[in-house]
Nanobody, 124 residues
């Protein structure tokens, strides 16, 4: 059973940085065989895709140039480095993976296996 656990959130001032981690377990093959995405849910809004890594990486327009996704196969962990944080980046961040095979980073509706999320607060 695939399990994803997010961590690394916290309180940061505008312009600050955080690095989120998504620890994966239960995958049959190495982490680089799977699609992992980071999602953001702002208060009162739906969960939206932020970034995704497979054989390629993708970013939402709102975070391009500020966020970087990376993967450490040995640690079974996907990271999201967030720089120059803005007020609108606040919320809960989740990582997820497609529930079926054959889906990629553009099939956001197919993602699941959510962890508990990690809270990011941006405040001066």
């Amino acid at each position: 059973q695939v399990q994803l656990v997010e961590s690394g959130g916290g309180l940061v001032q505008p312009g600050g940085s955080l690095r989120l981690s998504c620890q994966a377990s239960g995958f049959t093959l190495g982490l680089d065989h799977y699609v992992i995405g980071w999602f953001h849910q702002a208060p009162g809004k739906e969960r939206e895709g932020v970034s995704c890594i497979s054989s390629d990486v993708t970013y939402a327009d709102s975070v391009k140039g500020r966020f970087t996704i990376s993967r450490d196969n040995a640690k079974n962990t996907v990271y999201l480095q967030m720089n120059n944080l803005k007020y609108e980046d606040a919320g809960v961040y989740y990582c997820g993976t497609p529930l079926g095979s054959g889906y990629g980073c553009y099939d956001l509706a197919e993602f699941g296996s959510w962890g508990q999320g990690t809270q990011v607060t941006v405040s001066s």
